[in-house]
């Protein structure tokens, strides 16, 4: 891509939002708009590089993509009159034709939310969802997702036409769902929103830094749902969880790539304003009365490290009660292993080891390598240091990365070289 | 990438008031996007005062005194994806100014946040 081109795309970038949203009013059609919004793309990347980008891209961009939607629109007419329902067809036009103008000025809310829950619907495969959510709200190209997915651009691309094929098929290229359906919806979107977050932070050192890059379109996203739906708290907790997630991401890692486990982070190097920005989130969850929903609670938990300046500081006994209320709310063997550690940071390694060994039991942990690490740990301090060292093997043969398999084949070195 | 725009001026008087609609719905439009993280306009600098160490010595210049250079009249601190995104967004933000406040000159510097060497996440 030349550095013409890349400017092309950040000018289309920011207009496309509205772009696709006031298109989709007048078109009442979603995957259509996501169409025209493409080509007022690739109409700005015929002309731009040797017109130059003009002084008002946005304006350029919405009387181009209105050209092709008139242009659809009569098109679809002559479609209509040949099956002789023309009247029919006029009355549509009479709704539709004239709103463009009028859409542009109008607050996009609406609009928005249509963009977001059309993109995110449960009726499409999960990777499709992220995949369009990506193209429609973040206006990242097919070859971006391709790269930031580690996938092939041919299987993004044929994600995306499929995806959008089926919306179009089912009727639903164009609804929003009001009521009891909404918050049903609303989970799938917060879902998909989290996989693109965790696509991103799982990145590595080397990787393409379209990759990292994740985690700042998730996090626009939610703060663009929030926009138009204020009172969500499972938007406000998702938001936080994400903040405050991604504000470790320069303390996570050595130069080398290897992870820097939570007790040794460097706290100055945990971002203050994503912080801040994910405390307000989880007191906005909070204060609209979302205390105690699923991502709200995960997002409480990771506060309470935010908010110690050292980590002997760490409030424990409020991390176990929090993760006692996300295990009555979601019983899950892994947030019960998570409670563990916190019980065993607050009341000491024996009261942890009970809980442990009551877990050994679950088929879901039976080769979970974080489960004997855990224990080890726990062992270690314990002084039974034979037992320690043994889960630790065990726990560096079970895990699958290759950086944490070495680091606990150390831990289980540094025992041998201590008894 | 993490952007601070610094928009420098020592064009006298307040924007307009078509300037000052203007840049709110850009806020507006830039808030509910995601993008936006933070901004703000500042007093002048008369009104406020400099700390400055020159030849080892350390002292204060305290206001009023004449605006003789440009200076920061405003900041803003976003959240985009690459340079290109990052210039885009100054571009629009100065051509509301030439558009609407006939007569102004000034700058708007970008900024890119420095990060550790090794942080994956820029």
Redesign the interface.
């Known amino acids: 891509m030349t550095?013409a081109h890349?400017?092309i795309?950040?000018?289309w970038?920011?207009a496309q939002?509205?772009l696709i949203t006031s298109l989709a009013r007048m078109l009442r059609d979603v995957p259509l708009a996501e169409d025209l919004t493409q080509e007022a793309l690739v109409a700005a990347l015929e002309h731009w590089p040797a017109t130059g980008?003009p002084?008002?891209?946005?304006a350029w961009l919405t009387a181009t993509a209105k050209r092709k939607a008139l242009d659809h629109l009569r098109r679809r007419k002559m479609l209509v009159r040949k099956h002789a329902q023309v009247a029919h067809a006029l009355e549509q036009d009479e709704q539709t034709m004239p709103d463009l103008d009028s859409a542009l000025d109008d607050d996009?809310g609406d609009e928005?939310l249509r963009l977001i829950f059309t993109a995110c619907h449960p009726r499409l495969p999960r990777d499709a969802r992220a995949a369009l959510a990506l193209r429609m709200i973040c206006g990242l190209t097919t070859a971006e997702i391709a790269r930031a997915f580690l996938a092939p651009e041919a299987t993004v691309a044929q994600r995306i036409t499929r995806a959008k094929r089926t919306l179009s098929e089912s009727g639903l290229g164009y609804e929003t769902p009001r009521g009891p359906e909404l918050s049903q919806r609303l989970s799938s979107v917060l879902e998909v929103i989290y996989l693109i977050f965790n696509e991103?932070y799982s990145?590595?050192?080397?990787?393409d830094?379209l990759?990292?890059?994740l985690?700042?379109e998730a996090?626009?996203?939610?703060?663009?749902l929030i926009?138009?739906k204020p009172r969500e708290t499972e938007a406000h907790g998702l938001l936080a969880l994400m903040e405050l997630n991604?504000s470790r991401?320069?303390a996570r890692?050595?130069?080398a790539?290897d992870p820097i486990l939570l007790p040794d982070q460097d706290r100055g190097?945990w971002d203050r304003?994503q912080i801040r920005?994910g405390l307000q989130a989880l007191a906005q969850a909070e204060e609209l009365g979302g205390a105690g929903g699923f991502y709200a609670l995960q997002a409480a938990i990771i506060a309470c490290h935010a908010r110690a300046g050292m980590y002997a500081d760490t409030d424990w006994a409020r991390i176990v009660s929090l993760y006692g209320h996300l295990m009555a709310l979601h019983p899950s063997p892994i947030i019960e292993l998570n409670r563990a550690v916190a019980v065993g940071m607050a009341q000491g390694p024996a009261a942890a080891l009970v809980i442990l060994d009551r877990l050994r039991g679950e088929p879901a942990l039976k080769s979970y390598h974080l489960l004997f690490s855990v224990r080890g740990d726990l062992l270690a301090k314990l002084g039974r240091r034979e037992e320690a060292r043994a889960d630790f093997h065990t726990a560096a043969s079970l895990a699958t990365n290759r950086r944490e398999r070495e680091m606990l084949e150390r831990r289980a070195a540094a025992i041998c070289d201590h008894a | 990438m993490?952007v601070m725009y610094l928009v420098k001026s020592n064009h006298p008087g307040p924007p307009t008031p078509e300037l000052g609609a203007a840049i709110g719905k850009l806020t507006e439009?830039e808030?509910?996007?995601?993008?936006l993280?933070?901004q703000g306009g500042l007093m002048p600098i008369s009104m406020g005062a400099e700390v400055r160490i020159a030849d080892g010595k350390l002292s204060l210049i305290d206001g009023p005194f004449v605006e003789a250079k440009e200076v920061v009249g405003g900041y803003a601190?976003f959240?985009l994806?690459?340079k290109?995104?990052a210039?885009?967004?100054a571009?629009?933000f100065m051509?509301l100014h030439k558009d609407l406040m006939p007569g102004w000159y000034g700058t708007c510097e970008v900024r890119f946040f420095a990060?550790?060497?090794?942080?994956?996440?820029?």
């Open positions: 550095d890349r400017a795309l950040a000018v970038r920011i939002p509205r980008i002084e008002k891209p946005d996009i928005m991103g990145a590595a050192r080397g990787d830094w990759r990292p890059e985690c700042n996090l626009r996203m939610a703060r663009a926009a138009v991604a991401a320069a890692t050595d130069a790539g190097l304003i920005r | 993490r439009r808030v509910k996007a995601g993008r993280l933070d601190v959240e994806r690459d290109e995104e210039i885009a967004m571009n629009e051509q990060t550790p060497p090794h942080n994956p996440h820029p």
